[in-house]
């Protein structure tokens, strides 16, 4: 308790904290060195990070005991914080508002914001290779049957032929590895509103809250044909997406036009918002069978 106002204490909570994150798989020696040909390979993933921070909340109540103001309070609460991974200081915060408008009936909202760093995983996965076939993962194999127009505009740009069939090309190799070096953090706000009713009649209570959420920097990766696709697909020709793979040139004296391999890294894919409502109702009472608690 920091101090005393009108309608009561006023809370808090301090700290700092300091954390150290390792991770260190290493694969069997064969699979590492591609011995094992025709088979996926993978490489040592390994890698630390470490964080500090430094946080702090407090609980203001505002006012009680008033027509239509049973209680009202705020919470504030704040984080700063370091990770190695990513270098820059970062802060995250929420307000909440909590109002007992009658001993049944009370309203709450908050707004915050959220960060996450990429995990180890994320950042240090070794890579890892596997195989595809080109049927599976290319759209300009016979691109002039396509009813997709931006396909049939960048695969023609990309000087392939409109009846490239890919007889005699081999699979591509498909990479994932991590994202150290580009990988930004995810970041979001959250919002919502709510009421909830407890009546006196019972051991029963209700709540109804409206949510909203944006992702924005949501790391994950794409498979093969999401990226390939994402290349030739899209109204810009050519586009970040066309950095993440390799194909042979048209005059290529072996396999023209193939392609070799496919570079599906971590990486920051774009943003995501969710909104919605919560409804949920609780009941529990005791009878001389049992307890029931639904």
Same mark, same amino acid.
């Given at each position: 308790n920091l101090f005393t106002l009108p309608a009561g204490d006023v809370n808090s909570a301090f700290g700092a904290e300091y954390r150290r994150y390792s991770i260190n798989d290493q694969p069997d020696p064969n699979n590492a060195a591609g011995y094992e040909w025709g088979y996926s390979s993978a490489q040592p993933t390994k890698g630390t990070d470490h964080v500090h921070e430094i946080f702090?909340? /407090?609980?203001? %109540?505002?006012?009680?005991g008033l027509p239509g103001v049973e209680?009202? *309070?705020?919470? $504030?609460? &704040?984080?700063?914080?370091?990770? &190695?991974? /990513?270098?820059? *200081?970062?802060n995250v915060w929420k307000y909440g508002l909590s109002w007992q408008i009658t001993p049944t009936w009370r309203a709450r909202g908050t707004m915050g914001t959220s960060?996450?760093? %990429? @995990?180890l995983y994320e950042l240090y996965l070794g890579n890892q290779s596997g195989f595809l076939g080109q049927?599976?993962?290319? %759209?300009?194999?016979?691109?002039?049957?396509?009813?997709?127009?931006?396909?049939?505009?960048?695969?023609?740009?990309?000087?392939?032929? *409109?009846?490239? &069939?890919?007889?005699?090309?081999?699979?591509?190799t498909i990479f994932q590895g991590g994202g150290k070096g580009f990988l930004t953090p995810e970041k979001s706000r959250a919002k919502s509103l709510g009421i909830v009713w407890t009546p006196t009649w019972g051991n029963f209570n209700m709540a109804l809250d409206y949510f909203d959420y944006h992702i924005r920097g949501?790391?994950?990766?794409? =498979?093969? =044909?999401?990226?390939?696709?994402?290349c030739y697909g899209s109204a810009v020709y050519p586009n970040n997406f066309c950095n993440l793979f390799h194909r042979?040139?048209?005059?290529?004296?072996?396999? %023209?036009?193939m392609i070799t391999d496919v570079h599906a890294t971590y990486i920051n894919i774009n943003s995501e918002r969710?909104?919605?409502?919560?409804? @949920? $109702?609780?009941? =529990?009472?005791?009878? *001389?069978?049992?307890?029931?608690? &639904?």
């Open positions: 702090g909340e /407090v609980n203001i %109540p505002i006012l009680k209680s009202l *309070s705020a919470d $504030m609460s &704040a984080r700063e914080f370091k990770y &190695a991974s /990513v270098g820059d *200081s970062s960060y996450r760093a %990429p @995990q049927l599976g993962i290319d %759209p300009c194999i016979n691109w002039g049957d396509s009813s997709n127009d931006f396909i049939k505009a960048n695969c023609a740009a990309a000087g392939i032929p *409109s009846d490239y &069939a890919a007889n005699g090309n081999g699979s591509a949501e790391i994950s990766t794409l =498979s093969a =044909s999401d990226i390939i696709n994402g042979n040139s048209p005059s290529d004296p072996g396999h %023209p036009n969710n909104r919605g409502y919560d409804l @949920q $109702m609780n009941y =529990s009472d005791d009878f *001389s069978f049992g307890k029931i608690t &639904a």
